[in-house]
């Protein structure tokens, strides 16, 4: 996932339009849009912004390895509307985060061996 990309899905899962989250980074929306369509890459002080208005951490928003934490949960849920709704209306707490974090883990490792086993049968 590119660093637009991620930059987006954040920015929809805590519900800001590209001009709110220009606001919150002192940026203009243009800008905003240049970032998640990858044609700018943002400075270190434009990347600590983005995360603090994120709600993440800074490497989880240029980590190339997709797939951890806040992101992944995110990545997961925007595919099913009917969790979205529940999990939209809940404030997480970092704990919380974890703990469906494991949840969303152990089921991609479980769907994972079961893969194998389907294709070493």
Not at 28 to 42: K, V
Not at 78 to 89: D, G, I, K, T
Not at 102 to 111: K, Q, T
């Amino acid at each position: 996932m590119s660093l637009g990309t991620r930059i987006r899905t954040l920015r929809k899962a805590v519900g800001l339009t590209q001009q709110a989250l220009a606001d919150r980074t002192s940026v203009s929306r243009i800008y905003i849009q240049a970032l998640e369509s990858n044609r700018r890459t943002p400075s270190m002080k434009l990347l600590s912004r983005l995360a603090e208005s994120l709600q993440v951490e800074v490497q989880d928003l240029v980590k190339s390895v997709s797939g951890s934490g806040r992101l992944q949960l995110e990545e997961v849920l925007q595919a099913s509307p009917e969790v979205e709704v529940w999990y939209r209306s809940k404030k997480l707490r970092p704990r919380e985060l974890k703990f469906v974090q494991s949840l969303v883990d152990a089921a991609i490792s479980r769907w994972e061996a079961e893969d194998r086993e389907d294709g070493g049968a």
